[in-house]
């Protein structure tokens, strides 16, 4: 969608112009920034629609700005980085970003990524529920509130990204079913990703965290060995 805000946050003067030139001509406005410090300050003060975001940028590094917009903003996050061991990636995805791409990228492939981020986001945002009881979820401390996409735990809202929050409502939608890896991985990522299953572990990590009185010992997303996860209802 036209007129959509993207934060393209690079230290590399050529990425940026060639990130920009592609955006653009899709029809989204673009913001720039070139270390960690302009970065946080252009996402509070624009709230864009999606974050690129360079792991390696002067001041503070990707993975300290990601985790500080995680505290306040929801916007999915696009990493981009040089180095692509599966470890480098888990880092990002620990962090709170939604994506990963190493250098060098394909640009098509990352326009298409975002497009594809941003759709979902849409259709998260656009979705119409047909009573007040499908709204929310409530399951002892945990509410999920599906029409502005809050969490509140233990009376205190916290902070999901996108993928999260999709995951976590997945899973909450069908108390005590069992996905498998695959599942999960399908329905959620398959359609914009390129990365693998171990995407889904570390996603479900990152919400037992911010959820769980003990991540240690979750009650609410249990492993089920070898199969896969479950939301406990009981």
Not at 73 to 98: E, N, R, V
């Amino acid at each position: 969608m036209a007129g959509e805000t993207i934060l393209v946050v690079d230290d590399d003067e050529d990425i940026r112009e060639i990130i920009t030139l592609y955006l653009e001509k899709e029809g989204y406005q673009v913001i720039l920034a070139m270390d960690g410090h302009q970065a946080l300050e252009c996402a509070f003060s624009f709230n864009p629609d999606l974050v690129i975001l360079d792991m390696m940028i002067p001041g503070l590094d990707g993975i300290e700005v990601c985790q500080a917009l995680r505290k306040n903003l929801s916007t999915p996050i696009i990493f981009l980085s040089c180095k692509s061991t599966p470890s480098d990636k888990s880092i990002g995805l620990i962090a709170g970003g939604d994506d990963y791409m190493s250098k060098p990228f394909d640009t098509m492939e990352l326009l298409a990524r975002i497009k594809a981020h941003l759709r979902r986001n849409r259709i998260l945002e656009n979705s119409n529920y047909s009573n007040a009881q499908n709204k929310r979820l409530c399951y002892g401390d945990l509410t999920i509130n599906l029409d502005n996409h809050s969490v509140v735990v233990y009376g205190q809202e916290i902070i999901l990204s996108p993928k999260e929050f999709q995951l976590l409502t997945l899973l909450a939608k069908n108390p005590n079913r069992v996905f498998s890896n695959e599942q999960l991985f399908e329905t959620l990522w398959a359609t914009e990703s390129f990365g693998d299953h171990r995407t889904v572990m570390v996603h479900i990590s990152n919400i037992r965290k911010k959820i769980e009185r003990d991540a240690k010992k979750p009650a609410l997303i249990q492993t089920v060995k070898g199969v896969g996860y479950k939301f406990c209802a009981t």
